[in-house]
């Protein structure tokens, strides 16, 4: 049924993407990158999957002006899965083997709508590096460069702000089970990433105009740069007077009831101590630091308005800035809505969370899928926000697909089978890695979603004739094979520094070699190192683009080969340093099933492409499936798909737990995570 709603059935007969060695290559892509993302972790690790199959897609397609875009493919495929990344889908495959019914059901829902936005945006990055005309694709990076760098920003202006807004210089956590002392956590979500992105996209939108030659020629003053200035002091003396005009009317603290919520459930008391819950220790719907300053919170407020009335007024937000003003929009908005906002409504069947008390990061990339379908239709680009459904409905279907096979292949020899004790012929397979098992199936089947979702589109699709492409800017090229190698490469592997330190493999402090003057930390080192070849990999890429290295192929399949095994063969090696301190058996199914599927698809990816260009059929675009039939077909299938998986999970393991009891979790009644085992202000995060 989701077949054929999603792809005619002839757009199988000439696309080489769709044989089944194509399909094989780019699902084991993604297979390899997804293992890889669970031992690295958040966006990073996910945009390792996204490079690797986005590189395979433009390689296999047969089409010449995909495969001239392969770095564009590999640098938007890679954003693309980034998005989602710090989503926690764990808790929603516990809740699958909760044994309790409604929880169940609910557990498979939400590794559908996760896995739907994961693969979606996903598709979205590799659809809009196939689809935008070239000088268009160009001239979007100056944008997208500016939020990367307010994105990178981030990383040093985050605990300087938590040390300003902790009262009194009380402790602020760390990166892991303290987070939640953090003056700026808000439901463990990156409000202040997408935050910054909205920050970056406004000051290139400010650069774009400062020598606007239009406004010399009679525009408005108040459209001038400098006039941003005005418009924040302004919004922030009316957010002040209004909070001191409640105060003075005695509103104030009935406006903050209404608005604020605990999360957690006071009432609940412990079975075994027979106590009650602490109402103070328990987090709110909103920062730590609106409670911290509640004097503040006006005049703040009223200046993010007056900035954002500036903006709506005055920006022109060129070049399709406007999209990314649109995802960063779009998750602020969805997250103030849906956890925030949406809890005050629901907090006693735990608000409007999938899974409290963990990251609610869900509602804010569900608003920048929302954002991204609504400006791609409005920006001449509808088959990007098809591509990208199609690849919503399957990759959720997929997501939630993954855990329901692990149930089955785990039924024979389960523990809870044999009360007596697991027979000694299934001891060994029961005892796997079946995480690790899991999360390479997500990535296999998120690979063949991948390649449904772009034989639609390379159907459907004219080829682009793009002849003015020799004389535009290719530093955009340059800094694609740059941000793939060693941005995505670094966000990942500087992470094997605290992995060896905790296994204690190195000490804390190395000397230089011969002068043993000089010391530093082994990440000082590690550092050192990688940027000199950062630097180094920079200066040659730009010296090719005048005078070409012979090392470097010709051919656009070539350079796609090259960088594909560059940086698959320097993700692998390096995942596996990260294993090798305390490695056992248990991580055989990780690290080396992960170097043999590279070993198949370096073979395989470097003997099948066929040289000859394949185009499609058509030489304009093909409506196909509406958009609205799409959704429609594919959200009943996934309701019948919800029901009959939480039957058979009910049914085959009853009340018993698939997982150790620890790590068990309920989404509802009187037994829910979120009302048993809150966050506490001065408890560990879970």
């Not at 608005?259 to 709110?284: I, K, M």
């Not at 402090?509 to 990688?530: D, R």
């Not at 340093?577 to 099933?593: C, K, L, Q, S």
């Not at 609205?628 to 999970?649: D, E, F, K, P, Q």
Request: aromatic share 14%.
């Amino acid at each position: 049924m989701m077949l054929s709603m999603s792809v005619p059935r002839h757009c199988f007969q000439s696309c080489p993407l769709s044989h089944p060695v194509s399909c094989l290559i780019v699902a084991l892509s993604l297979s390899i990158g997804w293992g890889i993302r669970g031992n690295f972790g958040h966006e990073a690790g996910a945009m390792v999957a996204g490079v690797l199959s986005s590189i395979a897609v433009a390689v296999l397609s047969g089409r010449q002006d995909w495969r001239e875009r392969v770095l564009t493919f590999a640098f938007l495929g890679a954003l693309g899965w980034g998005f989602g990344g710090s989503i926690a889908y764990m808790y929603p495959i516990s809740f699958t083997e909760s044994g309790h019914a409604s929880s169940t059901y609910f557990g498979f829902f939400a590794l559908f709508l996760e896995g739907g936005l994961w693969c979606g945006m996903g598709v979205a990055g590799l659809a809009m590096a196939a689809v935008m005309p070239s000088r268009r694709l160009n001239a979007f990076f100056k944008p997208l460069c500016f939020v990367l760098a307010a994105l990178w920003l981030r990383h040093f202006l985050e605990v300087p702000l938590e040390a300003f807004l902790a009262p009194g210089g009380q402790d602020t956590g760390d990166d892991t089970w303290q987070r939640h002392k953090s003056p700026l956590y808000w439901f463990d979500a990156d409000w202040l990433q997408a935050l910054m992105a909205l920050i970056g996209i406004c000051i290139y939108d400010l650069w774009d105009r400062r020598s606007d030659r239009q406004r010399a020629e009679g525009q408005r003053w108040v459209q001038h740069p400098l006039m941003l200035l005005p418009f924040l002091v302004f919004g922030g003396v009316v957010g002040y007077t209004l909070q001191l005009g409640l105060r003075y009317a005695g509103w104030e603290s009935a406006l903050a009831d209404a608005l604020v919520v605990s999360l957690g459930d006071p009432s609940y008391v412990h079975p075994t101590t027979g106590l009650s819950l602490d109402p103070r220790q328990l987090l709110t719907n909103w920062p730590q630091f609106f409670s911290d300053f509640p004097q503040h919170v006006g005049w703040g407020s009223g200046l993010l308005l007056g900035g954002g009335f500036y903006f709506y007024r005055n920006g022109l937000f060129r070049r399709d800035a406007s999209l990314l003003l649109h995802l960063s929009l779009g998750w602020l908005v969805s997250f103030l809505l849906l956890p925030t906002l949406g809890s005050i409504f629901l907090m006693s069947h735990g608000g409007l969370r999938v899974m409290p008390p963990r990251s609610d990061d869900w509602a804010g990339i569900l608003g920048v899928f929302v954002a991204a379908v609504f400006w791609f239709r409005r920006n001449r680009m509808k088959a990007v926000a098809k591509a990208m459904s199609v690849a919503f409905i399957l990759g959720g279907i997929s997501f939630a697909t993954m855990p329901m096979i692990r149930y089955l292949m785990r039924y024979p020899g389960h523990p809870w089978r044999f009360p007596e004790g697991v027979p000694a012929s299934w001891s060994h397979y029961q005892s796997a890695n079946w995480h690790s098992i899991l999360e390479q199936m997500h990535g296999f089947g998120f690979g063949c979603v991948v390649v449904i979702s772009m034989v639609y589109l390379w159907k459907h699709q004219p080829r682009l004739n793009d002849i003015e492409e020799e004389g535009q800017k290719r530093w955009t090229r340059v800094f694609a094979a740059w941000f793939v190698i060693f941005g995505v490469g670094f966000l990942n592997l500087h992470k094997l520094v605290d992995s060896w330190l905790n296994h204690q493999a190195i000490p804390e402090v190395l000397k230089a070699p011969l002068l043993g003057g000089i010391e530093a930390t082994p990440g000082g080192w590690f550092n050192l190192v990688w940027w000199s070849a950062s630097f180094l990999g920079a200066a040659l890429l730009l010296r090719h683009l005048k005078r070409p290295l012979e090392v470097i192929p010709s051919s656009p399949i070539g350079k796609g080969q090259m960088i594909y095994l560059l940086f698959l063969w320097m993700m692998i090696l390096g995942n596996l340093m990260r294993a090798i301190p305390g490695f056992n058996d248990g991580r055989m199914v990780t690290e080396w099933v992960l170097f043999m599927n590279g070993v198949v698809v370096t073979g395989l990816l470097l003997t099948w492409p066929a040289s000859q260009e394949v185009s499609p059929l058509h030489a304009k675009w093909v409506e196909g499936s509406a958009l609205g039939s799409i959704w429609l077909r594919g959200l009943v299938s996934a309701a019948c798909m919800i029901w009959i998986y939480g039957m058979l999970v009910l049914t085959l393991y009853q009340e018993h737990l698939e997982g150790k009891p620890w790590a068990n979790h309920k989404r509802f009644g009187p037994e829910a995570t979120w009302r048993i085992r809150p966050i506490l202000k001065h408890g560990d995060h879970p």
